[in-house]
């Protein structure tokens, strides 16, 4: 089993910043690639950002320029870093953490609210 945790969801303004954490159980060194999510109210959770074990990342289109995926395998935690925010970036967001245990297998925290006012 591999527990993530997340943290540094909160309120915001638009055009401010926030950065997410998620803590790993397991060093991150050994985990394939994480991910963080997002799902607003009424709508499918979206890919918002990637990184993978060799360290390249990927963005959503609506986020590109405006986020950061980043890791400290030290402390076994991937963050995000949000700036720019804007109203339709609130949504609860998760961390999701692909794994190779004899088969692949898929992790999810428990997410943390981003709401940003207008």
């Known amino acids: 089993q591999v527990q993530l945790v997340e943290s540094g969801g909160g309120l915001v303004q638009a055009g401010g910043s926030l950065r997410l954490s998620c803590a790993a159980s397991?060093?991150?060194?050994?985990?394939?690639?994480m991910g963080w999510y997002r799902q607003a109210p009424g709508k499918q959770r979206e890919l918002v950002a990637g990184i993978s074990y060799s360290g390249s990342t990927n963005y959503a289109d609506s986020v590109k320029g405006r986020f950061t995926i980043s890791r400290d395998n030290a402390k076994n935690t991937v963050y995000l870093q949000m700036n720019s925010l804007k109203p339709e970036d609130t949504a609860v967001y998760y961390c999701?953490?692909?794994?190779?245990?004899?088969?692949?297998?898929?992790?999810w925290g428990q997410g943390t609210q981003v709401t940003v006012s207008s």
């Open positions: 397991i060093s991150i060194s050994s985990i394939n690639s």
């Open positions: 999701k953490a692909e794994v190779f245990q004899g088969l692949v297998r898929y992790y």
